[in-house]
């Protein structure tokens, strides 16, 4: 049992320094420089974006001091995101040696099972960072159109098979359907939402391109008012 005790021991000792110890301020760094250049390169693309569609700069529009606070709590919530991965990581691989000694595995069927439950943690991680961009990319792009006065947006797809509720694509029975939201019009034109009420699909409410569900890859076209339908302009509140 002294290799066990030695293995469950190293694991501990791991655990300390990764989640709780000296890394913990280099989660904190990575997050914030993840955050922060989501925010800068999101707004360079809008501000550029609203530039050439009406030619004016809206940058001095842009509040400056919301969106610092904005990147302190998303740099904080992605913090805590990063140290999740090891701990899980760790967790897994101490319930994997702490079970197999139970069930008298040996060595090596314990050495398959950890490289089989972290194998699940590493997709976690790959699937976590994805969802993550692509939430913070929608957060900071909702920011800044809302302070620019935009109330409209048109959902973009990535027009691709991997687009939910595509028909013959490869989710065509997802239940959050980002083809449905793209095509559908309630009134403002095709696949055009409001910021403040967003698209209603599969009984949820308030959805919004980059979060309608996890791994969601739609973009918010900024839609200025003259450019939705004349019954739209004239029944709008």
Not at 11 to 20: A, G, P, Q
Not at 183 to 188: K, L
Not at 202 to 217: A, F, V
């Amino acid at each position: 049992d002294a290799w066990a005790d030695r293995i469950i021991e190293a694991i501990r000792r791991i655990s300390r320094r990764f989640v709780r110890g000296e890394l913990e301020e280099q989660y904190e760094r990575l997050a914030q420089g993840v955050v922060s250049r989501a925010e800068s390169a999101t707004t360079e693309a809008f501000v550029k974006s609203v530039n050439q569609a009406v030619g004016v700069n809206i940058r001095p529009m842009l509040d400056k001091e919301d969106m610092a606070e904005y990147v302190q709590s998303a740099s904080w919530h992605n913090a805590q995101l990063i140290k999740s991965v090891p701990e899980e990581y760790l967790k897994r691989v101490e319930t994997a040696v702490v079970g197999g000694i139970r069930s008298g595995y040996a060595p090596a069927k314990i050495a398959k099972d950890i490289r089989e439950a972290t194998g699940v943690t590493q997709r976690r991680a790959e699937l976590l960072a994805r969802d993550q961009t692509a939430k913070l990319t929608s957060e900071i792009t909702e920011r800044r159109q809302r302070q620019a006065g935009i109330k409209y947006y048109q959902v973009i797809t990535a027009n691709d098979e991997r687009v939910t509720g595509k028909p013959g694509g490869k989710y065509p029975n997802a239940r959050i359907s980002c083809w449905g939201i793209a095509n559908q019009d309630i009134g403002y034109g095709k696949g055009v939402y409001r910021w403040d009420q967003g698209a209603s699909w599969g009984g949820e409410k308030g959805l919004h391109p980059g979060r309608h569900h996890i791994n969601c890859r739609c973009v918010a076209k900024p839609i200025m008012e003259w450019e939705l339908p004349n019954k739209a302009k004239k029944n709008k509140t």
